[in-house]
C-alpha cells in the first residue's frame, strides 16, 4: 500500500491527483504542445495540467529556461538549492524530493542537501549556501522580504546580475510549482 | 517592448535590470506568455476574464503589492467590473504574512504546524461578490498563504460552486503563476537597487 511519506526526503515519491487528468484519448494537437515532451502525456500531473494548455505550454517552457538554460549565471545545482529551499519552506515534499535529488546530483553535496531536508534553511550550511539560502527564504515569504543587503552578501561570492536574477527566478518559479502540486493531489511513498 | 513585469518592475530600456532579463529572452518571452495565457488567452474557457482580474486583485491585494494591485484594479475596472469594492473588503480582511499551516498528513513534520489566519470570504460580502467568486477567493488565500494545508475538501469547495474541473485547472494556474510573478518583480526591484 502507499501512503504518505513522513517527512522530506531525497527518495523518490511519487504523486495522485485529486482531480481526474485529461484521458488521453482527448489529447489535442494543442494538449501535445503543451505538454512540450510528449511522454507526459502518462505522467498525472502534466495530463492534469493540460487541461489548460496555453497555460502549461507556456509554464513549462518558462521552467525549462529557468533551470536548464546553461549560458551563464547561476550553476545549475544553486538554481536547485534554491527550488528545494521554497519547496521546503512551502511544505511541498514532492517537490523537495526531486530538486534536492538535482541540487546533490550536480553539486556533489548530498550531506549538505540532506541537512537542508532535515533543520530547514535555518541549519548549518557552508557561508555561500547561507547567502543563497538566506535570500530564498526571504523572497518566498509573503510579503517578499529579500533586501539589497541580501543580493549585496551574495556578490561577496562572486555572483554577478545575472546570477542574482537566476535566483530570483529560480525561488520564484518554485512559488508557482510548489502550489499546484501541494493544492491538485498528494505525494505518496511509492510502492515496492 | 516592454511586458507586464517590466511595468510592474519599472523598468526603464537599457537599465541594468532591462539587460539583464534580456540575457534570458526566452524565460521573458515565457513569463509574460503566461501572462497572456491567463490573463488574455487565444481560448477562453468558461472562466471569464471579470473572474480572473478580481481573482488577480485578490492575490496581489493580500499579498502587499500596492503597484500590482493598482495595476490589477484598473483592469478589473475597464472589464466592467463593479466588484472592486468588495474585493477591497475582502483584502483588508485577508492581508497577512505567510507562509503558515499545520502539517496535518506528514507525521515528522508536525511540531513545524505553525497556526494563522483561515480565511474567509464574511458571509456579509458573499451575495454581493456571488458565491462562485466568493469560493475562488477562499480557494486563493489558502494557495497563497498556507498551500501546505491544501486538501482534496478545499477542491471539492470549488466544484460545489460551481467551477469545473477545468477551471480549477485554470483558477489554480492563475493564483500559483501570480505568486511566481510578484516575487520577480519583487526580486527584480532590489535587483535595480544594487546591479552594475
Known amino acids: 500500500m502507499s501512503r504518505t511519506p513522513q517527512g522530506f526526503t531525497q527518495s523518490q515519491v511519487s504523486w495522485s491527483p485529486w482531480l481526474p ?11 501535445r504542445e503543451a505538454l512540450v515532451d510528449p511522454a507526459r502525456a502518462k505522467n498525472p500531473y502534466f495530463a492534469l495540467l493540460a487541461r489548460d494548455p496555453e497555460t502549461l505550454r507556456e509554464r513549462t517552457k518558462t521552467d525549462n529556461d529557468i533551470f536548464y538554460n546553461a549560458d551563464g549565471g547561476l550553476p545549475r545545482a544553486e538554481r536547485e538549492l534554491a527550488a528545494t529551499a521554497a519547496s521546503r519552506i512551502n511544505g511541498c515534499v514532492l ?11 550536480h553539486s556533489g553535496r548530498s550531506g549538505d542537501v540532506q541537512k537542508l531536508l ?16 538566506d535570500a530564498a527564504e526571504a523572497l518566498t515569504q509573503t510579503p517578499p522580504r529579500l533586501e539589497a543587503s541580501h543580493l549585496e552578501r551574495l556578490r561577496e561570492f562572486g555572483l554577478d546580475d545575472l546570477a542574482l536574477a537566476d535566483l530570483i527566478h529560480s525561488t520564484a518559479f518554485f512559488q508557482w510549482a510548489n502550489r499546484l502540486m501541494l493544492s491538485l493531489g498528494e505525494p505518496l511513498e511509492p510502492s515496492s | 517592448m516592454s511586458d507586464v513585469i517590466d511595468r510592474l518592475v519599472g523598468v526603464t530600456q537599457g537599465s541594468p535590470v532591462d539587460q539583464v532579463r534580456r540575457r534570458r529572452p526566452v524565460t521573458r ?8 495565457a491567463l490573463f488574455e488567452p487565444q481560448v477562453l474557457g468558461t472562466v471569464p476574464l471579470k ?4 481573482v488577480a486583485l485578490f492575490v496581489t491585494g493580500v499579498s502587499g503589492d500596492e503597484v500590482a494591485g493598482f495595476y490589477w484594479a484598473g483592469l478589473l475596472r475597464e472589464g466592467g467590473g463593479d466588484w472592486a469594492p468588495g474585493i477591497d473588503q475582502a483584502v483588508q480582511a485577508g492581508t497577512t504574512h505567510g507562509p503558515y499551516g499545520r502539517y496535518d498528513t506528514h507525521g515528522n513534520l508536525a511540531h513545524e504546524s505553525v497556526e494563522g489566519l483561515r480565511f474567509r470570504v464574511a458571509d456579509a460580502l458573499r451575495p454581493q461578490l456571488g458565491e462562485k467568486l466568493a469560493a475562488a477567493l477562499d480557494h486563493a488565500h489558502l494557495l497563497v498563504f498556507r498551500p501546505r494545508e491544501s486538501s482534496q475538501a478545499a477542491l471539492k469547495l470549488l466544484t460545489d460552486a460551481g467551477w469545473s474541473v477545468t477551471d480549477v485547472v485554470t483558477l489554480s494556474q492563475l493564483v500559483a503563476f501570480l505568486t511566481f510573478q510578484l516575487r520577480v518583480v519583487a526580486g527584480l526591484r532590489v535587483l535595480g537597487e544594487v546591479a552594475r
Open chain 2, 29 to 36: 518571452d515565457h513569463a509574460q506568455g503566461s501572462w497572456n
Open chain 1, 21 to 31: 487528468p485529461l484521458p488521453e484519448a482527448e489529447f489535442t494537437d494543442l494538449h
Open chain 1, 118 to 133: 532535515d533543520q530547514g534553511v535555518k541549519g548549518d550550511q557552508d557561508p555561500r549556501w547561507r547567502a543563497l539560502l
Open chain 1, 95 to 105: 517537490c523537495a524530493s526531486v530538486h534536492s535529488r538535482f541540487a546533490s546530483q
Open chain 2, 51 to 54: 473572474e480572473r482580474y478580481a
